[in-house]
């Protein structure tokens, strides 16, 4: 009896040793977080759902494995800003330091920024001033000394700033990060995740899943939840994954040392690509996508230059059922539409935006002096991309009036006009911006658009090559270039450039449907 009771003892201690020795080298005091949330966007047509209900689910779950966290709810500039200064004050040599953001994402001159809720982006300089670069977050952190470097992004969304400067690209762009550092993005480079309507997103989701599991290494951590990611959205959501990490670290530590086996492979689901070794420091791949991935389609050789299509009439759309003359886009829109179109909404009140901080702000600028042309320009913009495209119209006339040289005014000018469906009107925006500025790429995206809708499927075709050119990924001109192929009866080709766009944005389809294209 005393044997048994010497021999239970003596493995109950051996438990606890192991125990202790299976717990990570770090205290819990060395794991520190920020975790973010926006949601309200002034800019946005509705606040998002997802953030709030996310940094809320994963700061518990943070702290429940040993991490001091700092939560942000819909904060402004300069909260981000200081919350990441308090998080590096806190950061010792050997630290883990982890940071999660949900909200809008962009990316500019291949750097990615978090933006705040009261950055005020007009242009693409704008997201330099008011974001917040995760590069520069990643190498403070580095500098503080922190051994592992944890950067979580759900923000590839699509945004309201796009419109604004479509040379920039749609979602997030790869970091450059130093070495021991993890970074997760929601989705794809460069690419972009649907909006699904409910209250918390299938990343963070399938993200707290796999945190669970005790015993995995962060990287066994992430690279389940792309699979999972990937499995659950059918492919057409597909995180990205960038590891430098030199020494394993676990979200939760277990006690048995066992670590499950990745989910088994399914027939919806392509085979998960096994986590890398620390000693490998390069991107974790991601699960491959059904779409033909990049490089994208050559386009055909030389398309015309912006100053030659300015001066030369369009051709003829031979494929098209009733064959325009070739100087109808120039002359009269077409009398029979050729492409489906889409019947546009009533065009809203003045009043209907009273509320609207944005408009409420501008309009107090022009009370004071009508005559100015960023305000009158930043409130066709917004009224735009809410819809109110007859309200833009008119604020870029007042713009142009002040200034007949403003190209952006031109061209955003001419959009509109498309999508209202004043198409001669718009040709002539959109070749006068070219004129001012050859290979302006928005107005030659916006130039397309118009040929599109006239039915003149190879001057579309042309305009949106020569976009492509310049903006490889610009979802607008690959969309467009696919519907224009296909109406000029190449429907392979047009097949490849639609899935391609599509697979950069989801909601591609949705946006030409309220230009009045299908």
Do not use: H
């Not at 125990?19 to 770090?26: D, G, H, I, N, Y």
């Amino acid at each position: 009896m005393t044997a048994r009771l010497l021999l239970l003892l003596g493995l109950m201690f051996s438990v606890v040793v192991s125990a202790a020795f299976s717990r990570p080298a770090l205290a819990a005091g060395d794991r520190f977080a920020l975790v973010i949330g926006n949601a309200k966007y002034p800019d946005a047509e509705a606040p998002l759902k997802e953030p709030i209900n996310d940094a809320r689910d994963l700061t518990d779950e943070l702290k429940r494995d040993g991490f001091g966290v700092e939560t942000l709810e819909n904060a402004n500039g300069d909260a981000m800003r200081r919350a990441l200064e308090r998080l590096y004050g806190k950061i010792k040599p050997g630290s883990v330091a982890l940071v999660f953001f949900s909200g809008f994402g962009v990316q500019s001159s291949r750097t990615s920024y978090m933006i705040p809720i009261d950055a005020q982006i007009w242009q693409e300089a704008d997201v330099r001033r008011d974001g917040i670069s995760l590069e520069q977050v990643l190498q403070e952190i580095n500098s503080r000394g922190a051994g592992v470097k944890i950067a979580l992004l759900d923000a590839s969304r699509r945004n309201p700033y796009e419109r604004r400067f479509r040379t920039a690209s749609i979602g997030l762009a790869p970091v450059i990060a130093p070495s021991g550092t993890l970074v997760m993005y929601s989705a794809a480079l460069s690419s972009v995740v649907s909006d699904t309507g409910r209250d918390r997103s299938l990343f963070v989701q399938e993200l707290l899943k796999e945190i669970r599991v005790p015993d995995l290494t962060a990287e066994e951590t992430l690279n389940r939840t792309r699979v999972g990611v990937t499995r659950a959205s059918r492919s057409e959501q597909v995180p990205w994954i960038s590891s430098s990490l030199a020494e394993d670290f676990s979200f939760v530590p277990g006690a048995g040392g066992a670590r499950p086996n990745l989910p088994a492979e399914s027939n919806t689901a392509p085979v998960p690509t096994p986590a890398p070794t620390p000693s490998q420091a390069a991107l974790v791949p991601p699960v491959p996508s059904p779409l033909p991935p990049a490089p994208l389609p050559v386009p055909p050789p030389a398309p015309p230059t912006p100053a030659q299509k300015v001066d030369t009439p369009p051709p003829a759309a031979p494929a098209q059922p009733t064959p325009a003359p070739s100087s109808a886009i120039a002359n009269a829109a077409p009398t029979a539409p050729v492409v489906p179109a889409v019947p546009a909404p009533a065009a809203p009140a003045p009043d209907a935006f009273a509320d609207d901080p944005v408009i409420k702000g501008l309009n107090e600028r022009l009370a004071k002096n009508p005559d100015d042309a960023s305000a009158l320009y930043r409130r066709g913009q917004v009224y735009a991309s809410k819809g109110a495209y007859a309200l833009a119209i008119r604020d870029f006339d007042d713009t142009i009036r002040i200034n007949p040289k403003d190209v952006e005014a031109l061209n955003n000018r001419c959009w509109a006009r498309t999508v209202a469906g004043d198409l001669q009107a718009a040709l002539r925006d959109c070749n006068e911006a070219l004129r001012l500025r050859p290979n302006f790429v928005d107005a030659l995206d916006s130039r397309g658009l118009v040929n599109l809708k006239s039915g003149a499927a190879k001057n579309a075709i042309a305009d949106f090559d020569a976009a492509l050119k310049i903006n490889p990924r610009l979802t607008s001109s690959l969309y467009g270039r696919g519907l224009a192929k296909q109406r000029n009866g190449a429907a392979q080709e047009g097949a490849l450039d639609i899935a391609n766009a599509k697979a950069m944005d989801p909601n591609i389809v949705r946006e030409f449907e309220s230009y009045g294209v299908r």
